[in-house]
């Protein structure tokens, strides 16, 4: 899978993860239809969630170098509280804790896979050599 992942450049992955930010702003402060995508409780946090996942992936790609990871979330943390922040001023929008709540489990549910992944693949590489 890794081989996949180098096909883009750090670059490439920097300007995909920037257009996913505006995308996603975009779609944080424009009115939402009445209509969910997906019809669950909490569809909406899972979103939220989703979301931080695929940026955390982004910019992690972007940036992969371990002593980033940790500014990686806060940043990421920031961004998701300036939406929260940027919504309160629209009118149509709600300010939610647990979709602050939901943009942190995004992005920490992505540091686990991404931790658990690398152990796997030094484990792995370790049994080839023996």
Aim: no cysteine; glycine share 4%.
């Amino acid at each position: 899978m890794s081989k996949y992942l180098r096909l883009l450049s750090k670059k490439q992955f920097k300007a995909i993860f920037f257009i996913a930010v505006i995308v996603i702003l975009y779609k944080a402060l424009t009115p939402s239809s009445n209509e969910p995508l997906f019809n669950f409780h909490h569809a909406d946090k899972v979103l939220h969630a989703l979301a931080f996942f695929v940026l955390s992936f982004l910019l992690n790609r972007s940036s992969s170098s371990i002593e980033k990871r940790m500014r990686n979330i806060i940043s990421l943390l920031a961004f998701g509280i300036l939406i929260e922040v940027l919504q309160s001023f629209t009118g149509y929008r709600d300010v939610s804790l647990g979709d602050i709540l939901a943009d942190l489990l995004g992005i920490l549910l992505f540091q686990l896979t991404y931790t658990l992944l690398k152990v796997w693949q030094l484990k792995r590489r370790k049994k080839k050599i023996n």
